[in-house]
RNA sequence: GUGACUGUAGCUCAGUUGGUUAGAGCACGUGGUUGUGGUCCACGGGGUCGGGGGUUCGAGUCCCCUCAGUCACCCCA
């Protein structure tokens, strides 16, 4: 092939479309339901605006170029940065809570693999100006929400949940300073990755002996369901420090929500800006890389030279959520929009006429379709408009004359004689409501 | 960006130790013409075997490079 397209880029066929459409509207609804309103931003931002949070390191990881001016410019990777943006600017103006949602397509120049894209649509939700764990309960509950609404429950998925300040009461327990806690957190997220004496080596500059740094390992890879904070209180002999997430367990109880969820320490996130509940949602058997991720940062907005302003949130992208629903067989068969009629004209006469006709009814408002092909085969016509799964056929026969034809439910199979001007009335009265 | 594996039609795949015009199923198109439906029958379009170079009388089959996909690393905002 001559001309490919970008590498880890996709094209979206109907049947393509169909499904990221079907999956945005999803989101969109369910954000919708639990009180987000939908912002956007550019898909390009300055490219100092990604080095705030990011530092340097986060360039080579961009596509970016410069415009005529001499501006460095970035195709957003994500949309957290310009969300920072977007409420530092008003954030004097903006009701607590804010809370909004967005699915803007991202871009990143990693190297592809399966669940990872160049290019990739991502829903993002958050909640700005309220640090109570009412908001960070439900924003794991929204995400719970859309679970649901796709037919997932709390056996397909896990999600995972630690706690900032949790994880530095331990770490401080066994000794970790505070200079050294951001190292600490470093360490906790590649220990999985690593050999017992390497981790052991790793951990003595952060304060921690042998003995501690064993301790350490073995607390975080424990799991604890949710409501068993006192088998964690218990393992870990801290009993007055984890209020935090005590009363995020309460909430999530609260919500319906705590089969879904698990403590694990070991979810770091590997980043630095969130400040409180941290949380990573994966597939029940972890064979795919996490679907979701959020958590609090209480900071970041004023990282981005706004006020101080508590916020929680989290990102789902496209696409290991499909390959995750695509695996349960969650995915809908058929997605792609339902003509109400097809017009079938039985003779070279009616076909004169079928444009008129097809005309008002689209005016008013119905999906209307007829077959470009010349034959007048009924049978034929019949099966492509079958083949469409359009609602009715209207056939335009010799009732013609007296502004009448035949409407076929195909469904039934059912006929019956209508005039012209019935058409749309009777088969919007007969159409089930149906996503 | 580094390494490993893979690459035949839109999709799923055949293709014998290198040997003549590269096949099947599904999908797609046309026809089976006065007729009521995803069936059936016939025919057809579509591949420079990912691309380029090399070895050879001859390469889809062997070698090199490159591109893409998958996996691991990096990273995972």
């Known amino acids: 092939m001559k001309l490919q397209k970008p590498k880890g880029t996709r094209d979206f066929y109907p049947e393509d479309m169909a499904w990221r459409q079907h999956l945005c509207d999803a989101w969109r609804k369910v954000s919708i339901r639990n009180g987000f309103e939908q912002v956007d931003g550019p898909i390009f931002e300055r490219l100092d605006l990604y080095k705030v949070k990011s530092g340097e390191g986060i360039v080579s990881e961009l596509f970016h170029f410069n415009d005529r001016g001499g501006r460095g410019l970035a195709l957003r990777p994500e949309f957290t940065p310009t969300l920072a943006r977007m409420v530092a600017d008003r954030a004097s103006s903006l009701p607590r809570p804010t809370k909004w949602f967005c699915i803007p397509n991202c871009c990143r120049a990693e190297n592809p693999q399966r669940g990872r894209l160049r290019e990739f649509w991502q829903w993002n939700i958050d909640m700005l100006g309220i640090d109570s764990p009412v908001a960070d309960a439900e924003a794991i509950f929204t995400a719970v929400d859309f679970f649901r609404e796709m037919g997932l429950n709390s056996s397909h998925l896990r999600i995972k949940i630690s706690h900032r300040q949790t994880v530095r009461h331990i770490l401080s327990k066994l000794g970790v300073g505070d200079d050294r806690m951001l190292a600490a957190f470093e360490l906790l997220d590649r220990r999985d990755k690593m050999e017992p004496e390497e981790f052991a080596e790793a951990a003595a500059p952060l304060g921690l002996d042998a003995a501690s740094a064993g301790r350490f390992d073995e607390v975080c890879r424990m799991k604890y ?3 068993r ?7 870990l002999s801290i009993h007055e420090q984890i209020e935090d997430l005590a009363a995020l367990d309460e909430q999530l109880h609260a919500f319906g929500i705590a089969d879904w969820c698990e403590y694990d320490l070991g979810v770091v996130r590997g980043l630095a800006y969130y400040t409180g509940t941290v949380f990573e949602v994966h597939e029940a058997t972890g064979a795919m890389r996490a679907v979701a991720g959020g958590g609090r940062y209480d900071n970041l907005i004023e990282l981005f030279d706004g006020p101080s302003m508590p916020a929680v949130g989290f990102g789902m992208g496209d696409v ?14 058929h997605l792609a929009a339902r003509p109400d009629v097809f017009i079938v004209p039985v003779s070279d006469a009616a076909a004169a006429r079928l444009p008129g006709v097809l005309a008002d009814l689209r005016s008013r408002g119905l999906h209307t379709r007829f077959s470009y092909r010349s034959t007048r085969n009924l049978g034929k016509l019949l099966k492509e408009a079958s083949s469409l799964r359009a609602r009715y056929a209207l056939i335009l026969d010799d009732r013609l004359a007296e502004a009448r034809a035949h409407l076929k439910d ?9 005039m012209l001007t019935e058409v749309a009335t009777r088969v919007n009265s007969h159409t089930v409501v149906e996503s």
Do not use: N, W, Y
């Open 225 to 227: 369901a949710a409501g």
């Open 229 to 235: 904070l006192d088998a964690m209180r218990e393992a």
């Open 320 to 333: 290991v959520i499909s390959l995750v629903l695509f695996d349960k067989g969650l995915i809908p068969e």
């Open 410 to 418: 195909m469904e039934s199979g059912e006929q019956e004689e209508v």
